[in-house]
């Protein structure tokens, strides 16, 4: 691997490693936001704030966008809206830690939708990985399971999540990543908008209340999507999934640090099997000298 291309790929784990910690973040603010505003009504306020955002900031890329980036951007952003959607509204009906633990799942789905829709061969680290990503989420978030209307949602939203780091993952193009970000930014707050229909989206009740979605449309936003999008350009799907396992760590870490948990075994040893899957698929094979090709599409 060339020291330029070496850079790129450690600086897309890292980006997209911060891009986990600000949706960690987010898991105490949204539980206390839907109990507060409906749902749709939440994402769409949301939605439409970071739309606006990213349309001031990068209009001009959205001209030189080729249509058929405008489609794979408009599909994209219809896969995460509609994700959203059914994941936020499953948390109406599941405790956050279950509705964590089935989210989670779209690390097994991804490599599962990359093999199946664009035959990738995946090396058995990569399943080993798999494995020790799916039984840290499950010591982190998993307290109990019921099944319920909410799990069903959460478990069809996981899937649709790893459909979109998949399609992410093939047509993300670095010189792109502004503009399809700002698209599929587009899409969602379209799909969020119309799901408050017909009365149309309501806004939210009051400062705190208004501050949380600010944090939440630029941040875990806007920022989240530009973040995610750029860093997809330099990495698999399956290696991007691996790495926002990450999500439910920041969560936990963020809930000890506000007084909300307390620090256990559970997520001690979650974090560390987490972080385990981290290194096989993301650390490994640079020390074993895998050139930066093989990388990206083996893992």
């Known amino acids: ?21 600000v949706w960690g973040s987010t898991f105490f603010l949204i539980k206390d936001v839907v109990g507060r505003m409906p749902v749709a009504d939440f994402l769409a306020v949301r939605f439409v704030v970071a739309a606006l955002a990213m349309l001031l900031l990068f209009h001009r890329a959205l001209l030189r966008l080729p249509r058929r980036q405008w489609l794979q951007g408009l599909a994209l952003g219809a896969l995460y809206g509609i994700s ?30 990359a093999t199946l829709l664009l035959r990738q061969r995946l090396p058995p680290v990569t399943w080993i990985a798999v494995l020790l990503a799916l039984g840290g989420l ?12 909410g ?8 899937a ?13 193009r670095p010189g792109q990543a502004f503009a399809i970000s700002t698209v599929q930014m587009l899409a969602i707050a379209a799909v969020c908008l119309l799901a408050t229909l017909p009365h149309g989206p309501t806004l ?9 979605t600010l944090y939440m449309a630029l941040a875990a936003g806007a920022g989240a999507m530009l973040m995610q999008t750029w860093a997809q350009a330099h990495m698999s ?3 991007a999934a691996i790495v926002m396992t990450l999500e439910p760590v920041f969560a936990a870490a963020f809930a000890v640090a506000f ?6 075994w559970r997520m001690l040893i979650g974090g560390a099997l987490v972080l385990a899957a981290m290194y096989l698929v993301e650390l490994a094979p640079r020390r074993a000298g895998m050139p930066a090709e093989a990388i990206h599409h083996e893992v």
């Open 138 to 149: 499950g010591l982190l978030a998993l307290h109990g399971f019921e099944v319920s209307p």
């Open 204 to 212: 939210p009740p009051d400062r705190s209340v208004w501050i949380a």
């Open 160 to 172: 649709l999540y790893a459909l979109h780091i998949v399609g992410l993952g093939q047509w993300s």
């Open 84 to 113: 959203q959607l059914l994941q936020t509204s499953g948390q109406v009906y599941v405790s956050a830690s279950v509705s964590g633990f089935v989210t989670g799942m779209y690390v097994v789905f991804t490599p599962l939708l």
């Open 237 to 239: 799907a399956t290696r």
């Open 1 to 21: 691997m060339s020291e330029s291309a070496a850079r790129t790929s450690m600086l897309a784990t890292a980006g997209l490693t911060a891009v986990t910690a």
């Open 259 to 264: 007084g909300s948990d307390q620090l256990g």
């Open 151 to 158: 799990v069903w949602l959460t478990l069809i939203a996981a």
